[in-house]
């Protein structure tokens, strides 16, 4: 992961050593081009150069200009970024605020060890912190989770639990916190980090677009002001205020909150239930703006979310 030009161990090395670099790196260019030849036929592929990274940021931009420049010849236009390991430090973080500061460079951002790290209310304001500082890059800043963690399987004793990424509910617990926290895409490591593809996980995904169908993600930002008598990790909360919410309960904690609706004196709101565990539709009924009203998930034995949009 050095031997290219640019790279301050290539700059470096002697020319007998940079020989064999560059005899590496014309097999390396080989095998790229040849995954490009399947990659470029679709235009839903995004390309990270490196997996948790240390490595200089050279490296990555070598093959980020190697990969535009092939995609280029064929009329293509492809985004490309690094998965700097520190990103879990967030305003610690010298590999994302780099990336931050160098949007000409990298396309978005993949901030999976945000995930790997933090959990319940940590990790919710570790990512709101990434969210934030991506909203004021210049321009704004996409991120992406290719790796959401926690898995029943990875607990003591058994395999990963080194890296504590937790059990099944605190993955799904993860995606729905990105989500509504601004990540604009999430993805379930594979087993035994993640879960995959496992049911949990389709199940997720499932109601995920069921929510969707009801209130853009894209419409709404955290507004964790507009909760009232909520525990430590118990709900979560995304709006357009007065229009749309999206409100997500974990499993754990009590499972009612106060929603403040004061500013919408005049406003009726549909509020449809989504069960996360089974990624199936729950009850519906009408909410009342002008007042803070209760929210309280049907039951206790799944992590459930609540859409509230405006009655037409």
């Known amino acids: 992961m050095q031997g290219v030009p640019g790279h301050p161990v ?92 160098n949007r000409d460079t990298y396309d978005y951002v993949d901030v999976s060890q945000a995930n790997s790290r933090h959990a319940d209310e ?37 395999p990963w639990s080194r890296f504590k990424p937790g059990d099944t509910d605190n993955g799904i617990e993860e995606w729905w916190r990105n989500l509504l926290a601004g990540v604009a895409g999430v993805r379930f490591h594979r087993p035994t980090a993640g879960i995959g593809l496992y049911p949990a996980a389709k199940a997720c995904m499932s109601a995920t677009r069921k929510v969707e169908s009801n209130v853009k993600f894209w419409d709404v930002e955290p507004a964790m002001n507009l909760l009232t008598n909520r ?5 979560y909360l995304a709006a357009d205020p007065g229009k749309a919410y999206i409100v997500y309960f974990t499993k754990k904690g009590g499972g009612s909150v106060g929603l403040k609706l004061e500013d919408s004196p005049n406003a009726t709101f549909e509020l449809r239930w989504v069960n996360v565990s089974t990624g199936g539709w729950g009850s519906t009924k009408t909410v009342s703006g002008g007042s803070t009203v209760t929210i309280n998930r049907p039951d206790a034995s799944a992590h459930w979310v609540a859409t509230l949009s405006g009655v037409r």
């Not at 670099?21 to 679709?42: G, N, P």
């Not at 940590?122 to 992406?144: F, Y």
């Not at 525990?231 to 709900?235: L, V």
Request: include cysteine.
């Open 122 to 158: 940590s990790h919710w304001n570790t990512v709101i912190w990434i969210v934030e500082a991506a909203k004021k890059a210049d321009p704004p800043c996409l991120l992406h989770m290719t790796k959401i963690y926690g898995n029943d399987m990875a607990l003591d004793n058994k």
């Open 10 to 101: 290539y700059e470096k090395a002697p020319d007998s050593r940079k020989q064999k670099y560059d005899l590496v790196r014309r097999f390396q260019e080989k095998f790229i081009d040849k995954l490009l030849s399947v990659t470029l036929a679709y235009d839903n592929v995004l390309y990270c150069m490196n997996n948790e990274t240390h490595e200089d940021p050279a490296w990555g931009q070598y093959w980020m200009k190697f990969i535009k420049s092939q995609a280029s010849v064929q009329g293509k236009r492809v985004l490309t970024t690094d998965m700097l390991d520190d990103a879990y430090n967030a305003e610690g973080s010298r590999g994302l605020a780099y990336q931050l500061n």
């Open 231 to 235: 525990d430590p990790d118990e709900a």
